[in-house]
């Protein structure tokens, strides 16, 4: 019996692992078999912390939820969480997650970029929450993560209209980092990542795991991961390279 195609294609390296949606005949829909691939990818990077590059195919980023899936969904498919556990999950990776976005992000495909570290995107790359158009809201983190990116006033007009945003605005509005062609959107990318993995490693987490604490938890959070690194024999490396080289 012949196994489905996966909706996720996967390349590794050591210190950084590209993500590629690919369900073409669907411009990149994000139905439950995606789902329980992105669940798989980050159970692999919890227990191996690695750099995530997420992008598209075809030109598209993803192009929402999976209709034909999400309108067969009841309240009790709602209070699970589908989308948001997933997407969640990704947002807590231990490592940076880049999204490397080309044509549409709409929808949980808008959800998902939100939940990166870093945004960049290609000048055809579109934004946006259609869901109320479709008689839902956006339930997979837009509704507090979008402000947490671009301001509240900014967020309510995207959720609340579904107007999509194009990739200029998206950069003057702070939603991605760069605009690059096509050809020159993973190489960007992966330029991104390079300068991460040249850093160390547990210092980059340890800023990840300050970023994303709530406002209550700072500054004793800080000041706990500071000293776990200023105990650490790369931080005495690293500055005694540092320094030696200052001399020279």
Not at 21 to 38: E, S
Not at 104 to 119: F, K, M, N, T, V
Not at 189 to 214: C, E, V
């Amino acid at each position: 019996m012949a196994h489905a195609a996966s909706p996720l294609r996967v390349a590794r390296t050591p210190d950084r692992v590209v993500a590629a949606i690919d369900r073409p005949a669907t411009r990149n829909a994000i139905d439950q078999q995606l789902i329980d691939a992105l669940h798989a990818l980050c159970a692999e990077l919890e227990a191996a912390p690695r750099i995530l590059i997420l992008t598209g195919s075809d030109g598209v980023f993803a192009s929402g939820a999976d209709i034909s899936q999400l309108r067969e969904r009841r309240a009790e498919d709602a209070r699970r969480g589908i989308n948001t556990t997933a997407f969640r999950r990704i947002r807590n990776l231990p490592m940076p997650v880049i999204a490397a976005v080309d044509g549409w992000a709409l929808g949980g495909g808008a959800e998902l970029a939100y939940a990166a570290d870093i945004r960049i995107a290609t000048p055809s790359a579109r934004f946006g929450n259609p869901e109320t158009g479709l008689g839902i809201i956006a339930a997979a983190g837009a509704t507090w993560r979008l402000p947490e990116i671009v301001g509240h006033a900014r967020a309510s007009e995207l959720l609340l209209t579904g107007r999509f945003l194009a990739a200029d605005e998206a950069l003057a509005w702070g939603l991605v980092s760069s605009l690059h062609e096509p050809d020159e959107l993973l190489p960007a990318a992966h330029a991104i990542a390079d300068r991460i993995a040249a850093n160390d490693a547990l210092a980059t987490r340890h800023t990840k795991t300050a970023l994303l604490a709530p406002a209550e938890a700072h500054p004793a959070i800080e000041l706990e991961l500071q000293a776990e690194l200023f105990e650490s024999p790369e931080k005495m490396r690293r500055m005694t390279d540092f320094l030696e080289k200052r001399r020279r």
